[in-house]
């Protein structure tokens, strides 16, 4: 079993509407938690960070952790076309192992008018 | 430069063949990461550098595998006699800060899409 979870979709969904992605993880020795959006080749690309549990808001975008249940979201309000893309959790511990990320297998969610 | 560039962006190898993937982090930073990303999947780690040295390489899956940053800056990722199953994207991304301390974002390049004949 994967130490990060996350379901691969697709979603699809009407422009406008709110998306919820989500992520569970195993590993309790995770810290921070991370969102990446990644469209179709290229890089991923930082969304949204979070250290240890709470929500953070970033205009349309609020990522949520809850370390109790090893459980991550990202929501997207008023979605666009524009988001249109791969969405990836990734979470990574502050002792051992260095900065490395450890990646969900990412969400692909389609945004359709 | 603006941004983490990768080259070449496509290659294609016949099984057996040597390839060498190149990355161009972000001037100025210290930790390089190689990620492989097989098709539908996340990317995982493969080695870690901080300025020129490799602290960490557990996820470089055999020795076949092999990365370098001689001078602190580009980094060659090698796969020495491909194997259909390195078929993958590999990324490369590059971060300011060192060590574990704080959020470093780490800023991924373009990749490289490797597949193997």
């Given at each position: 079993q994967k130490e990060v979870e996350q379901d691969p979709g697709p979603l699809s969904v009407p422009e406008g509407a709110i998306v919820s992605l989500n992520c569970t993880y195993s590993n309790s020795a995770f810290q921070y938690f991370m969102w990446y959006r990644q469209y179709s080749r290229k890089g991923?690309?930082?969304?949204?960070?979070?250290?240890?549990?709470?929500?953070?808001?970033?205009?349309?975008?609020?990522?949520?952790?809850?370390?109790?249940?090893?459980?991550?979201?990202?929501?997207?309000?008023?979605?666009?076309?524009?988001?249109?893309?791969?969405?990836?959790?990734?979470?990574?511990?502050?002792?051992?192992g260095g900065n490395k990320l450890t990646f969900g297998t990412g969400t692909q969610l389609k945004v359709e008018l | 430069g603006a941004g983490v560039s990768q080259s070449p962006r496509y290659k294609v190898a016949k099984r057996g063949q040597d390839v060498a993937l190149r990355c161009d982090p972000i001037s100025g930073h210290v930790s390089l990461f190689w990620y492989q990303q097989a098709l539908g999947q996340g990317p995982e780690f493969l080695t870690y550098f901080q300025n020129e040295a490799q602290?960490?390489?557990s996820g470089l899956p055999s020795d076949r595998f092999f990365a370098e940053r001689p001078e602190g800056s580009v980094s060659t990722l090698k796969i020495q006699r491909t194997q259909q199953e390195d078929s993958a994207v590999y990324l490369c991304a590059s971060s300011h800060v060192a060590g574990i301390a704080g959020v470093d974002t780490q800023y991924f390049g373009p990749g490289t899409r490797l597949t193997v004949l």
């Open positions: 991923p690309e930082l969304l949204m960070y979070t250290y240890s549990s709470g929500n953070k808001e970033d205009g349309r975008f609020t990522a949520q952790v809850d370390k109790s249940s090893k459980y991550i979201s990202l929501f997207i309000r008023d979605s666009q076309p524009s988001d249109s893309a791969t969405y990836l959790c990734a979470m990574r511990g502050v002792t051992g | 602290l960490d390489k």
